[in-house]
């Protein structure tokens, strides 16, 4: 299973103009020549070519698409391994009728991430590269698109290439020293050592310190939106994400549930959290949609605490920066046209 020609569509099933299914290995231009129908066989297409033509069932001969494909040979492709990709018309029904075909005809369905790994096992990319693949697919802003590409592109490996270089040369250096001390080598001494691996070990640290960036450039910010009820937690999220996405009324409690939305702010994703406003209530279905903003407090990365300029800190407030004390906060006084009578100290305090 591990070298055989595998297939999978590589666009997203939905309707669109065109959609790629997509075969490596050592058939997969004998597999699409069997339902590949043009002016020549695929087998004499020179490399790296695309050609236009129909696709056939081998067993009835009926026309099933109309489809461009491309031939791309070993070893100049992503997999190292002879690709196929065949263009056809990207609705739901005729991308797969093409896999089926291509799959009845001699390839296997892909894993999940299989193409990927080929070009890992063949020497094409490493790990941190293949990471960067997934990385970009999944990039939800401009920020994490870049460091993603910058990830395929190698520039990490190439970092800790070098690193490994300048252990190896010690290394080697310590061994000649020893062997051979004869030779005219530079002396390894204690401190040129410790110099050498300090070097070393502050550039692994500069890269651990930009891992925790990157994971949240990555993956975003769970960004929890809490507070009393009716203090305008809803508004709040309407704003950032500039619509009307969470129900607002006066009356309080009028979240039960708990919702979630996508913001950009300056590259990073935030995954703002609305949740019910936090009190003792009697509601059942209130009640559970408050534990529920209990639960997504515990696991936020980053509070939006949100507090009313017109009422005085209460009990219930009170408690809440008692239970976020310890987390990363960004505290709102919101509804600022209203009589002020926040102490404001004793928020700041």
Known sequence: MEFDTIAAVSTALGEGAIGIVRLSGDEAISIADKIYKGKKPLKEVASHTIVYGHLIDPKT?????????????????????????????????????????????????????????????????????????????????????????NQVEGRLSKKITVLRQALLETVANVEVNIDYPEYDAETMTHDLLKTKADFVIGEIEKLLQTAEQGKIVREGLSTVIIGRPNVGKSSLLNSLVHENKAIVTDIPGTTRDVIEEYVNV?????????????????????????????????????ILLVLNYGDELTKEDEALFEAVEMMNVIVIVNKTDQEKKIDLEKVKS
């Open 61 to 149: 001969n009926d026309r099933v698409e109309e489809a461009m494909v491309s031939i791309l040979r070993a070893p100049k492709t992503f997999t190292r391994e002879d690709v196929v990709e065949i263009n056809c018309h990207g609705g739901i029904m005729s991308v797969n009728r093409v896999l089926q075909l291509v799959l009845t005809n001699g390839a296997r369905l892909a894993e999940p991430g299989e193409f990927t790994k080929r070009a890992f096992l063949n020497g094409r990319i490493d790990l941190s590269q293949a990471e960067g693949v997934m990385d970009l697919i999944r990039a939800k802003t401009d920020k994490a698109m870049s460091i993603a590409l």
């Open 266 to 302: 300056r590259g990073v994703p935030l995954k703002l959290v609305d949740t019910a406003g936090i009190r003792e209530t009697e509601d059942i279905v209130e009640k559970i949609g408050v534990e529920r903003s209990r639960q997504v407090l515990k696991e936020a990365e980053l």
